[in-house]
T-cell receptor, first 112, second 118 residues
Framework: GNSVTQMEGPVTLSEEAFLTINCTYTATGYPSLFWYVQYPGEGLQLLLKATKADDKGSNKGFEATYRKETTSFHLEKGSVQVSDSAVYFCALMNTGFQKLVFGTGTRLLVSP | NAGVTQTPKFRILKIGQSMTLQCAQDMNHNYMYWYRQDPGMGLKLIYYSVGAGITDKGEVPNGYNVSRSTTEDFPLRLELAAPSQTSVYFC?????????????????FGDGTRLSIL
């Protein structure tokens, strides 16, 4: 079956630190991969996506590269801000379906 | 600029009561979804719909019902509320050109309904 595994949080960083949130997946076929972000009291928002191997998704300084050989899609940012504090969800969607499979989410806390 | 609108934002129910969570989207999306989010568990798909008049079960459909009489609306019904249904519920929508042929279209989420059953 399809599944997504994320590192457990919370991840606690100081402002301007480097961020990595690990995500690995198990899937049949060739899924598309996504990172969603959830700010307090809000719904999920698409942060970035990648649809095939070696694609790099990027948005708002965040990046993630679709690595088929390691079945990974790790989220990175070079310098985090307090406003990046949120819960980050890795997800996959398999070919031919419009159903997302989510990881459990990783909470990021950034202090000034 | 509404996107996906969910009502109510908060609700407390007694065991055995029923209620309907409302969801509406104004993006002319054909796909709509209901998820529940439990602490530390990520999101689980309850039901989804690929168009008006068509619905199907997700991972955790027991205790819920849905209908899709219009493209815009996708209400979720709890008939006999149980404590296990205490959760945050999210509605989402997306567009698929060929009824599932495009697998990389993002889902747009509402702000959620926080439901407590006591």
């Amino acid at each position: 079956g399809n599944s997504v595994t994320q590192m457990e949080g919370p991840v606690t960083l100081s402002e301007e630190a480097f961020l990595t949130i690990n995500c690995t997946y198990t899937a049949t076929g060739y899924p598309s991969l996504f990172w969603y972000v959830q700010y307090p009291g809000e719904g999920l928002q698409l942060l970035l996506k990648a649809t095939k191997a070696d694609d790099k998704g990027s948005n708002k300084g965040f990046e993630a590269t679709y690595r088929k050989e390691t079945t990974s899609f790790h989220l990175e940012k070079g310098s985090v801000q307090v406003s990046d504090s949120a819960v980050y969800f890795c997800a996959l969607m398999n070919t031919g379906f419009q159903k997302l499979v989510f990881g459990t989410g990783t909470r990021l806390l950034v202090s000034p | 600029n509404a996107g996906v609108t969910q009502t109510p934002k908060f609700r407390i129910l007694k065991i055995g009561q029923s209620m309907t969570l409302q969801c509406a989207q104004d993006m002319n999306h054909n796909y709509m979804y209901w998820y529940r989010q439990d602490p530390g568990m990520g999101l689980k798909l309850i039901y989804y719909s690929v168009g008006a008049g068509i619905t199907d079960k997700g991972e955790v459909p027991n205790g819920y019902n849905v209908s899709r009489s219009t493209t815009e609306d996708f209400p979720l019904r709890l008939e006999l509320a149980a404590p296990s249904q205490t959760s945050v519920y999210f509605c989402a929508s997306s567009y698929s050109k060929d009824g599932g042929g495009y697998s990389n279209q993002p889902q747009h989420f509402g702000d959620g309904t926080r439901l407590s059953i006591l």
